[in-house]
């Protein structure tokens, strides 16, 4: 049942969708005496950290209320910096801590799943870094608690709340490229120095990076069906700043094909041996990394799809190709958290759903099934998806 339609919606941090309210009761009506705010914690006050507290001090709806990290130094640091009133150590101290309504996980991604858990567990609201968890069955419980426990979680990618993907969505419901039939998406670098975890188990450049391109393309394609894959480690050990030499056993080099349904297959590629310029800093690439084929035209998104930049589109009524200039009208990766307050503290919904994060898990599990056993993967798990509806 198409029940939400994309069309209809451009997400930025001043504007959300006024579509329903969540399936779950909203923090506003459940609360017998509704905060002005939103109460929120952080745990991991590492690199991403210092992207996400900016964004979440000035939104209107965020009271930071507490820092969380195994390197009490950072925590205070964060606090510091940010004005916020409680540091804690663990996430044991944290959750019977000071109050806070929404935990914020921008932990290592190995640790994701047993925090998320912990933190519903407890009766918080969640919003994750990706991945969600650390497999597809494992988010499919997480999902399970939160339901429950009448809790909320969403995590990355943000994807699918970019004026581009609207933008791009509009097109594709419009029929401008008649049938669509094919789509490919590439994102790749020379790999993070500055972290070992993701070059190890649990880590790897399907979760780190191809992750977004899968969420857009299943976002705008609709769920996968099957998949098939071929992975690798082309560098076997990676020099990690302040640790030294690491083995890398996650891949850093991956293909995946995405079958949709309908005839319509989509590639995606991903890796951290990929020249790049500008390596991936925001608003530096220029550069078309997903482009989309139909019967009767073509679409080029410019930069990445958290930094996009413009869409090219040419038609058969419009063949030279027109580049719309996208205005990020307050999008960018980090704005996720921000989002997910808002959203609990009034009512309104996102489409950005765990069901799809979960969908995006199972894909990346079974393209390495694929790779290991060298054939392709039928796909269980489906979300709510309007495009074309």
């Known amino acids: 049942m198409l029940t939400m339609d994309r069309r209809d919606v451009i997400y930025s941090a001043a504007a959300l969708s006024t579509t329903a309210v969540s399936a779950f009761p909203s923090f506003v009506a459940a609360a017998s005496n509704p905060p002005t705010r939103m109460r929120v914690g952080v745990i991991g006050c590492g690199n991403v950290s210092a992207s996400y507290l900016p964004h979440l001090r000035a939104f209107p709806h965020v009271e930071l209320v507490s820092a969380c990290d195994i390197i009490p130094a950072r925590a205070e640091a964060l606090s510091k910096a940010f004005n916020i009133p409680h540091v804690y150590p663990q996430i044991e101290s944290m959750l019977a801590g000071a109050e806070c309504d929404l935990l914020v996980n921008l932990t290592d991604m190995q640790e994701h799943e047993r925090l998320n858990r912990a933190a519903l567990a407890s009766g918080k609201h969640v919003w994750s870094e990706k991945p969600l968890a650390n497999s597809f069955e494992a988010a499919q419980s997480l999902l399970a608690l939160a339901e429950k426990n009448e809790r909320w979680i969403r995590s990355v990618p943000v994807v699918v709340a970019s004026p581009a993907f609207a933008f791009i969505a509009e097109a594709l419901a419009s029929r401008k490229l008649g049938r669509v039939v094919a789509a490919h998406a590439q994102y ?27 969420t857009t393309l299943t976002g705008l394609l609709g769920p996968a069906r099957s998949v ?68 009767e035209g073509t679409m080029g998104l410019v930069g990445y799809d958290w930094d996009p930049r413009a869409v090219d589109l040419a038609t058969l009524e419009a063949p030279s ?23 609990l503290f009034t009512g309104r919904s996102l489409l950005i759903t765990p069901e799809h994060a979960v969908h995006v898990l199972e894909v990346i599990g079974a393209a390495r099934q694929s790779q290991e056993g060298g054939r392709l993967i039928e796909l269980q798990s489906r979300f709510e998806y309007s495009i074309g509806a």
């Open 321 to 343: 190709t027109r580049r719309h200039v996208i205005e990020p009208s307050g999008f960018c990766w980090q704005m996720g958290a921000s989002l997910a307050a808002e959203s």
């Open 188 to 214: 790749g670098h020379n790999g993070p120095n500055w972290a070992a975890f993701v070059h190890q188990q649990g880590g790897g450049s399907l979760l780190d990076l191809a992750v977004y391109n899968i």
């Open 228 to 295: 098939t894959a071929m992975t690798s480690v082309v560098t076997p050990t990676r020099k990690i700043e302040r640790v030294g030499e690491i083995q890398v056993v996650a891949d850093d080099n991956a293909m995946l094909l995405m079958n949709h349904g309908d005839g319509v297959i989509s590639h995606v590629q991903s890796g951290f041996h990929y020249f790049h310029p500008h390596d991936d800093k925001s608003g530096e690439e220029t550069r078309e990394t997903l482009s989309i084929i139909g019967s």
